[in-house]
């Protein structure tokens, strides 16, 4: 009975002393970031530029002196895409690596998953995820920085409307991403004086839509509108070629990568997605303040890790935005650090030119999306 | 209306081609050695994957194809080997987390051979569409449909024609007896092991051009492999192959005329169904319990 | 002393946060080690005891967890009724579907409870009118106990940890009782059995029953304390998780399905620090184990130091 005591008490000692990432003392002199990204499963396409970005950029910034004397420090943690591995770890940021602030959750559902836990321990977090939910209705301490899923409709609409395109089909995924954008699309379309006379759905893991196609052929739609990211809407774009579909396809920001038109090869031509102007730097005229930013951006990423995409862009927006609140803070307190992102004017990134208050905790206009075509394997303004 | 039917054909045949290979692999495996190997759909992932960096690298695309073949193979084999001979005494659970452990291992290794990336692979022979009446296809869903259909008449002739099939069939019904007669039972199942990788890997290597692979696609196809051998009725191949039609057929006549959001759902609702009224899949035989 | 083990556990749970306060690895994960506790105690009477195997009991914790969800969320209902709601509706299916599937051996077993797994995932992803779909469900409300708020982690803790235990205590009592000897008579040869006049079928029912309806109260109990559900803690991977849970700690025994789930739980959170290898290194300790330990950790422990641990945790060790 003693030695198994003895026996229990060691291994849970053992157990509980155990802290691999980080030293038990928070350290004074550091700032710590913590995140919590989709770094593997289907959505890490998202979470992995995500972090290439935050680590080359906070790099930089401790090699320049850091910010207010003090070095920033990145703790990160995979969440696979999951809620509930979100939940634990935002619990675990706060709670064991005590980070002043957090910048992460790669998509809508881990983003959406934490909100009531970062609300309750008022903590500052900059989500990187797309839904509108996030930051409507407003939250006190959750900021995000890529467009919405709305704004993406939006703006297909916009363009659909100059097209004279009034019937349109429309088919989603099975993921969040997906279903969110299938949501405000339905919501949306009314307002533009456009039908969606087809409804269709895959799994996100499925080879082969066709199917869904056959029935979209069969209507009297005259453009189709994908909403998914991933290789999903690749195998959309090759079966709409395949079955000779002749009708504009549209697709969502989720395919803003250059991943995509390698992937559909010759099926990407003709597509029109809206998207931020990262991916067009260089076609932007030199009077756009984005243009340097930009640009910058693009060759620092492209130099280290090559091709780059509007998903890192958004880590970026959300790194300085939180660096410049810290530094007019001038303090760690998270009340102050939180007050002055909300305080966040002309801050010129690469989704557009930020500007936050009170009532909009993401501060991007509809401008702040450019509509591309996909043309000879590239993007071009239209 | 008829056009829609044909083209939903279509897809679900080749889509069912792809399910009929993984499942005839399980069929393969579970019949020399009553184990379910949840690691069959990473056969699928690492057949594609290796053919995909070989083609990369310069190697001739049929020399590529047939090396990434000899590698599933290869990977066949260790499991076989390092895992399953280990565990000879495994209850049906330990076997089922022994092979769920290899599946995660394989993914984990694929993971940080190939990464997150997402590959294509240049299909067989170009992607000119071919027009069926208003129906259209691309040569490689005919190149789905033959190559599964050889690689089926080829299992066929080896297991009733050759003696190294009927080793391996008299291992599934008796291994004692069949040891007793002299058959090496240990080469049989590792041949087993490296036939139902060899033909994982196939079925990879075919739609692959169709569709795109990550590191995690074998998990899907494993899935659905696994469903159409029991649908089929396990330790039957022709019925793993029938299966695997079946569901490929169900899905897209599902998503076709129901719903596509539920088109797994309803295919599930029928296997349950049929598993209510068939306890021993379609064309399984009736088990009888050992006492 | 027939219970010895269980106090010294019951001991070791109530200490921990004593000595360790605001400690993220007992507040925090301590509280998920005692929901897959929970669930896995509960599985562990379906596949270790009756020998049934379960691939889909995701699908009874997911419909607690999404009754007690959306009934409170959607329609403000009180979370007692809702977790009430959610045991009835389990109770139900679980009913419904027990006889056709639990007809069904082994690998067909596998595939129906797989298949039904599968198949609630899937409707919880698509009737997102309901569910709220892949985004999942927020705000669902705390629970309040007698006027007392369970509201923080250390609350979530006493309250978990005391269902806990109340399964732990349940499932070791249920072994010993006359339905325990006949579950493992039906195990060990189910036409022995029936020789014996045991009713297997209607045995087999209830268990499967009873292991649904404690899934779906951990489920209820999840979402207040999550306060938040999606669909990815109920799929088919999870299912799989529960299963090997059991299976590692070692199948049919209690202590032995507690000791697989907290492995399993804690096993995740000390290899985040391995980042890209974690998946290699998770498969390869699984099937490591399973190659060496085919009767499971906890049992060949116990086994192993066996004096020591007679009397104290053996109980309800199946004898093989």
């Known amino acids: 009975m003693k030695v198994l005591k003895l026996f229990l008490t060691v291994i849970f000692i053992l157990l509980f002393n155990m802290s691999p990432l980080v030293p038990i003392v928070h350290a004074s002199g550091i700032i710590k ?13 998202l979470g992995d530029p995500e972090l290439k970005t935050l680590k080359m950029y906070i790099d930089q910034i401790n090699s320049q002196g850091g910010v207010l004397g003090k070095k920033l420090e990145l703790v990160y943690y995979d969440t696979a895409g999951h809620a509930k591995s979100a939940k634990d770890i935002v619990k675990r940021l706060i709670q064991k690596d005590r980070v002043d602030v957090i910048i992460g959750g790669s998509t809508s ?29 407003v939250k006190k301490w959750v900021f995000k920085t890529p467009h919405t899923d709305r704004m993406a409709a939006a703006k297909i609409f916009e363009d659909m409307k100059k097209r004279h395109i009034t019937r349109i089909a429309l088919i989603t995924g099975n993921g969040g991403f997906d279903k969110s954008g299938r949501a405000q699309c339905l919501d949306l379309a009314p307002r533009y004086g456009i039908k969606i006379v087809a409804d269709e759905s895959y799994g996100n893991a499925d080879t082969d839509m066709t199917t869904q196609l056959t029935k979209i052929r069969a209507t009297d739609a005259q453009a189709i509108l994908n909403f998914g990211f991933g290789k999903a809407p690749a195998i959309v774009a090759k079966n709409v070629k395949q079955l000779g579909i002749r009708l504009p396809l549209y697709e969502s920001h989720g395919v803003a990568s250059k991943k995509f038109i390698a992937l559909a090869g010759d099926a990407a031509e003709g597509i029109r997605l809206p998207a931020a102007a990262l991916l067009v730097a260089d076609k932007l005229p030199d009077s756009d303040p984005q243009k340097k930013v930009l640009l910058g951006y693009r060759n620092m990423y492209e130099a280290k890790y090559g091709p780059v995409s509007t998903f890192g862009g958004h880590a970026y927006d959300a790194l300085f935005i939180t660096v410049g609140a810290i530094r007019r803070a001038g303090c760690l307190d998270k009340a102050k650090i939180r007050d002055e992102i909300e305080k966040t004017k002309g801050f010129v990134g690469t989704g557009g030119i930020f500007n936050m208050s009170p009532e909009d905790h993401l501060g991007l206009g509809l401008d702040a999306f450019k509509m591309l075509e996909i043309r000879n394997g590239t993007w071009e303004l239209i | 209306m008829l056009d829609q039917l044909i083209q939903f054909l279509i897809t679900g045949i080749t889509v069912g081609a792809a399910y009929a290979l993984v499942g005839l692999g399980f069929a393969i495996i579970y019949n020399a050695s009553d184990v379910v190997n949840f690691a069959q759909g990473e056969f699928v992932m690492i057949g594609a994957m290796s053919a995909i960096s070989l083609i990369d690298m310069g190697i001739p695309y049929g020399v590529a194809l047939a090396a990434a073949v000899a590698i599933t193979v290869c990977v066949g084999l260790a499991l076989e080997k390092f895992a399953i001979e280990q565990a000879r005494d495994a209850t049906v659970v330990s076997t089922i987390i022994i092979t769920i452990g290899a599946s995660i291992f394989l993914r984990g290794m694929a993971l940080i051979v190939w990464g997150k990336d997402i590959y294509a692979m240049p299909p067989f022979s170009g992607e000119k569409p071919i027009h069926v009446g208003n129906a259209t296809m691309l040569p490689q869903n005919i190149w789905v449909m033959a190559g599964t259909a050889a690689s089926v008449l080829l299992v066929r002739y080896f297991f009733n024609r050759t003696a190294t099939g009927k080793a391996i069939l008299a291992c599934s019904y008796n291994m004692k007896a069949a040891s007793l007669v002299g058959i090496n039972v240990r080469k049989m199942l590792l041949i087993s092991y490296g036939l139902s990788a ?94 | 002393m027939r219970l010895a083990g269980f106090y010294l556990f019951a001991a070791l749970v109530a200490l921990l946060p004593v000595v360790f306060p605001d400690n993220y690895y007992v507040t925090v994960v301590g509280v998920t080690a005692f929901f897959n506790i929970m669930l896995a105690v509960g599985l562990n009477l379906l596949m270790g005891y009756a020998g049934q195997i379960s691939l889909g009991h995701a699908a009874f914790f997911g419909i607690g967890a999404y009754v007690s969800a959306v009934t409170t969320v959607r329609y403000g209902w009180n979370p007692w009724v809702a977790m009430a709601a959610g045991l009835v509706l389990v109770w139900l299916i679980a009913n419904l579907i027990a006889r056709p599937i639990l007809r069904l051996k082994g690998h067909y077993l596998a595939m129906a409870t797989l298949g039904f797994g599968i198949i609630i995932h899937i409707v919880l992803v698509q009737a997102d009118a309901f569910t709220g779909g892949p985004d999942g469900l927020s705000g669902i409300p705390g629970l309040v106990l007698f006027g007392w708020h369970v509201d923080s982690d250390l609350r979530w803790y006493v309250v978990a940890g005391a269902v ?74 999870f299912s799989i998780e529960l299963v090997t849970m059991v299976v ?23 290899l985040v620090v391995f980042e890209d290898f974690q998946m290699l290194i998770y498969g390869a300790i699984l099937m490591l184990i399973m190659i060496f330990l085919p009767r499971g950790l906890f049992v060949t422990m116990a086994d192993r130091i066996g004096p020591m641990f007679a009397g104290y945790f053996r109980q309800g060790i199946r004898e093989t």
Not at chain 2, 199 to 213: N, R, V
């Open chain 3, 164 to 237: 806990m235990l109340l399964y732990v205590w349940l499932s070791l009592n249920i072994i010993d009782s006359r339905e325990g000897r006949a579950l493992r008579a039906v195990h060990g040869s189910e036409v022995a059995a029936s020789t014996l006049g045991i009713d297997i079928s209607g045995t087999k029912v209830r268990v499967f029953v009873l292991s649904a309806l404690m899934a779906s109260l951990t489920g209820s109990l999840f979402a207040h304390q999550q306060a938040f559900v999606s669909p990815d803690s109920f799929s088919f991977f």
């Open chain 1, 33 to 45: 970031i913590g995140s919590f990204l989709a770094l593997t499963g289907p959505a890490s396409f």
């Open chain 3, 248 to 270: 590692l700690g070692g199948l049919a025994s209690t202590f032995g399905a507690v000791f697989g789930a907290v492995i399993l739980t804690f096993l995740p959170e000390f």
């Open chain 2, 198 to 291: 060899g033909l994982g890997a196939l079925a990879g290597i075919l739609i692959a051009p169709i569709t795109y692979i990550t590191y995690d696609s074998g998990v899907m196809l494993g899935l659905k492999g696994f469903s159409a051998a029991i649908l089929g009725g396990m330790g039957n191949p022709m019925g793993a192959v029938a299966g695997g039609m079946l569901l490929g057929l169900l899905e897209c006549i599902g998503a076709g005329f129901i719903s596509s959001g539920y088109k797994d759902a309803i295919a599930f609702v029928v296997i349950l169904m049929v598993l209510f009224f068939r306890p021993g899949g379609l064309f399984g035989s009736a088990q009888a319990e050992r006492v």
């Open chain 1, 109 to 137: 559902g881990t983003s959406l998953a934490v909100i009531d836990i970062v609300q309750a321990r008022k903590i500052p977090f900059i989500s990187l995820a797309g839904s509108i939910k996030i930051v409507q209705p």
